[in-house]
């Protein structure tokens, strides 16, 4: 079989199936499992594709129908330009939380120090150090499973960004601590941000497959009104926060005014709801004190 054949008989595995994004699936499948890209794939699409090559891709194919995301097939998701590795362990970094990291940045300067609370994978916090300069953070997470895939993704994307002499690289500038929320944090952040869990119980079971059954339960459960995590986290960051800091959520489109009333009412001012490029409540930001 070519390189068209096989995509032409995953992309129709998938299609049956019923599986969202067929065509772009398979294509991609197809280019993880020939280590090649689009281009080559469309270009050369009479290159003989090696029965190995041909085993693997419809063991792959096969595992998508069963509704195992793409992601966790293929190993990484791509968040804020980065590379990041991910697995059953953490939440897929979505395209809607650039939106958080790119609201953060415009208030990141030189030097700051940033708490990302539930890290997973740490995609936020890791964005955030990469394009910023001399900043340091931790990332919390209550899963040690989470934090190893996090530690990964530092070394591999932040070593080499040595931002002065002091600095050892991914050690040095971005630490991971498990416990439970604030429990092991020590000390004061200049900004805190935070993509919590906020589905609520009841949701869940309405979500897709690939998310229901894949991906962590204690990544997406916010309690019985999606909220319990933005409650526990706006109660005990204050401590933690410097005067002058600021708290950045993400939160779900219908959750805007509900988180936004939750800052207000622990004193926080320039309480700010932002949307993401569908026009939906994303995001909810506010300054301490
Ligand atoms: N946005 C994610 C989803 O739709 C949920 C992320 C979260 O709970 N933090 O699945």
Not at 28 to 56: F, S
């Given at each position: 079989?070519?390189?068209?054949?096989?995509?032409?008989?995953?992309?129709?595995?998938?299609?049956?199936?019923?599986?969202?994004?067929?065509?772009?699936?398979?294509?991609?499948?197809?280019?993880?499992?020939?280590?090649?890209?689009?281009?080559?794939?469309l270009?050369?699409?009479?290159?003989?594709?090696?029965?190995?090559?041909?085993?693997?891709?419809?063991?792959?194919?096969?595992k998508?129908r069963?509704?195992?995301?793409?992601?966790?097939?293929?190993?990484?998701?791509?968040?804020?330009?980065?590379?990041?590795?991910?697995?059953?362990?953490?939440?897929?970094p979505?395209?809607?939380?650039?939106?958080?990291?790119?609201e953060?940045?415009?208030?990141?300067?030189?030097?700051?120090r940033?708490?990302?609370?539930?890290?997973?994978?740490?995609?936020?916090?890791?964005?955030?150090?990469?394009?910023?300069?001399?900043?340091?953070?931790?990332?919390?997470?209550?899963?040690?499973?989470?934090?190893?895939?996090?530690?990964?993704?530092?070394?591999?994307?932040?070593?080499?960004?040595?931002?002065?002499?002091?600095?050892?690289?991914?050690?040095?500038?971005?630490?991971?601590?498990?416990?439970?929320?604030?429990?092991?944090?020590?000390?004061?952040?200049?900004?805190?941000?935070?993509?919590?869990p906020?589905?609520?119980?009841?949701?869940?079971?309405?979500?897709?497959?690939?998310?229901?059954?894949?991906e962590?339960?204690?990544?997406?459960?916010?309690?019985?009104?999606?909220?319990?995590?933005?409650?526990?986290?706006?109660?005990?960051?204050?401590?933690?926060?410097?005067?002058?800091?600021?708290?950045?959520?993400?939160?779900?489109?219908d959750?805007?005014?509900?988180?936004?009333?939750?800052?207000i009412?622990?004193?926080?001012?320039?309480?700010?709801?932002?949307?993401?490029?569908?026009?939906?409540?994303?995001?909810?930001?506010?300054?301490?004190?």
């Amino acid at each position: 079989m070519n390189y068209r054949e096989c995509y032409d008989k995953g992309k129709e595995a998938l299609q049956t199936a019923g599986v969202p994004e067929a065509e772009l699936n398979a294509r991609l499948l197809l280019e993880y499992v020939c280590d090649t890209d689009r281009n080559t794939l469309l270009v050369h699409g009479d290159r003989e594709v090696t029965a190995t090559e041909q085993e693997a891709y419809a063991m792959l194919i096969e595992k998508r129908r069963s509704r195992i995301p793409l992601q966790h097939l293929i190993g990484v998701q791509n968040f804020m330009g980065l590379d990041f590795q991910v697995n059953e362990h953490v939440l897929i970094p979505r395209q809607d939380t650039e939106i958080l990291v790119e609201e953060v940045l415009k208030n990141l300067h030189d030097g700051m120090r940033v708490l990302d609370m539930c890290t997973g994978s740490g995609c936020i916090l890791i964005s955030l150090l990469y394009y910023s300069n001399g900043c340091t953070g931790v990332g919390a997470d209550l899963s040690e499973n989470a934090l190893k895939v996090a530690r990964h993704n530092a070394e591999t994307l932040l070593s080499g960004r040595v931002c002065d002499d002091t600095d050892d690289g991914a050690n040095g500038r971005a630490e991971f601590l498990q416990g439970d929320l604030f429990e092991k944090i020590h000390g004061k952040f200049d900004i805190i941000v935070s993509n919590p869990p906020y589905i609520e119980r009841e949701e869940i079971r309405e979500l897709m497959p690939e998310v229901r059954e894949h991906e962590p339960l204690s990544a997406l459960d916010g309690g019985a009104d999606g909220l319990d995590f933005y409650r526990k986290i706006i109660d005990q960051c204050l401590v933690h926060l410097n005067g002058g800091g600021m708290l950045f959520f993400e939160i779900g489109y219908d959750q805007g005014e509900a988180v936004k009333q939750l800052l207000i009412q622990a004193n926080f001012h320039e309480v700010s709801i932002v949307k993401d490029y569908a026009g939906l409540d994303r995001v909810v930001y506010g300054t301490r004190f």
